[in-house]
């Protein structure tokens, strides 16, 4: 079946070819590695599951190789948010092509709340900027958080290293704050990895695909502020006993952990997302 609007965006120029006619070169303030590969692109859009309903949220879409895909896989509603304004002409005349489908916003996506933009369901896919890929993804997380149904999926790519600490498990040097925050609010999958030469240029760091669906029930700003302050101080000092590093909370800290069962020699990188969820939940916002 033909994709609304498939056939303005066939005429569109190739896209290694939009990026040579603009001198586009990725720009290293902005982490920018342009995906071009077409057939993980596809791929990408595959993964992300159905774009017929509600908003694809995309950000950084640079040359807009990413953006084709999804308005080609049927995307109804896209919007894209661009920092770069080099890389806003080019989406212009994507959006020109699109059969009134795409919709560009020019700014920083760690300013904005993802779940203004467009109504229900939402879905972000994106090839993440490097440089902002952790900080934007905690974001989104405290958005889950506090609203059921924030996001019906998100699909992301993360340096290999970032996805692998997002499916770590306990005892495993990965394990981690990031772990605990997206296994706690997501379902987080780790999808495929991908070859440096569907970059340009290609990174000196290896990519992962990661699917994430957040979990039915939203466990409130409270909660998550909570557990950032938890994981932060047990992480903080990963080494130490939970008796030393959460003395940084102060001395309500071991009175949580004796009233959640969990023992006091044991260190962070033990602790199941359960157990870390009842910690948290114990210790609360009290000094």
Known sequence: MTAKGADGLA????????IRAHGLNADKRFGQHF???PN???RIVRAAGPLDEGTVIEVGPGPGGLTRALLAGGAARLITVEIDPRCVPILEEIAAASDGRLGVHVGDALD???TTLGPAPRRIVANLPYNVATPLLIGWLAQIA?????????????????????VAKPGVKSYGRLSILTQWLTEPRKLFDLPGGAFT?????????VGLTPKRT???????????????AAFGQRRKMLRQSL????????????????????????LSVEEFARLAAAIGESP
């Not at 240029?201 to 695909?209: C, D, I, L, Q, Y």
């Not at 909660?223 to 938890?230: N, Q, V």
């Not at 940084?248 to 009175?255: K, Q």
């Open 11 to 18: 005429a569109l120029p190739p896209l290694r070819e939009i």
């Open 35 to 37: 995906l071009t590969d």
């Open 40 to 42: 993980i692109l596809e």
């Open 112 to 114: 904005l709340d993802a």
């Open 146 to 166: 506090v609203a059921d149904g924030a996001f019906a999926g998100l699909t992301l790519m993360f340096q290999r290293e970032v996805a692998d600490r997002l």
């Open 201 to 209: 240029p290609p990174p000196k760091v290896a990519s992962s695909v």
């Open 218 to 232: 939203a466990p409130g700003a409270a909660a998550f502020r909570a557990m950032e302050r938890t994981t932060a």
């Open 247 to 270: 003395k940084s909370i102060g001395p309500g800290a071991l009175d949580a952990l004796a009233a959640v069962d969990i023992d006091p020699t044991r260190r962070a990188e033990s």
